[in-house]
């Protein structure tokens, strides 16, 4: 088989594999949303039938504030559902915010490019060789061993799902890469994640 068909079948293989990964990393964010919101409404019944009972209990001097009371309640779970709802959106990377990593604690530190650095979210900056910097990285290439221990410490952040048993990912730049641990080949590319 020449070069350009294996290409061609590790490309295929990749994105039969990649489509799934990112499916189940959704899926599972979706459960856990979901699970919070029923552990808020849970919480929200629990609340409104202890006010019933202080009501029964004669515990509210008149019926003003027992609705007052139940009133406040209402909006403190509205809020709380609405907040969850912004946090699950904006917590995760978007191709379309160039900005969805300021406030992040791995980021901390990140003041933008650096030339002749690349930066690694929870590591920092470190030295690139002059030929690797801008560097376009492509699949079935090798990762230099110096660059193969910045590990993606959270890849469901990216909308990644766990690597395969064998590969990381890697930050590499911009760039995260997911790369065979004992070789440092390079399986699949996401270019420009911040």
Request: cysteine-free; charged content about 40%; proline content about 4%.
């Amino acid at each position: 088989m020449n070069r350009l068909t294996k290409a061609a079948v590790v490309a295929l293989a990749l994105s039969t594999t990649a489509v799934p990964m990112l499916v189940q990393a959704q899926d599972r964010d979706r459960r856990e949303y979901r699970q919070d919101r029923r552990d808020d409404r849970r919480d929200f019944r629990h609340e409104r039938r202890d006010d019933r009972r202080d009501w029964r209990n004669g515990r509210y001097a008149d019926r003003g504030d027992y609705w007052r009371d139940r009133r406040d309640d209402r909006r403190d779970y509205w809020a709380e559902r609405r907040d969850d709802r912004r946090d699950w959106r904006n917590d995760r990377w978007d191709r379309n915010n160039r900005d969805w990593w300021r406030g992040r604690a791995d980021f901390r530190g990140y003041n933008g490019p650096r030339a002749g650095y690349w930066y690694a979210p929870s590591y920092g900056y470190y030295r690139v060789e002059p030929r690797y910097y801008g560097y376009r990285w492509r699949t079935g290439g090798y990762l230099p061993s110096q660059y193969r221990t910045y590990y993606v410490r959270d890849p469901y952040v990216y909308g990644l799902r766990e690597a395969p048993r064998g590969y990381r990912y890697v930050h590499a730049g911009n760039d995260i890469l997911m790369i065979a641990v004992a070789t440092g080949l390079i399986a699949s590319v996401m270019s420009g994640v911040f």
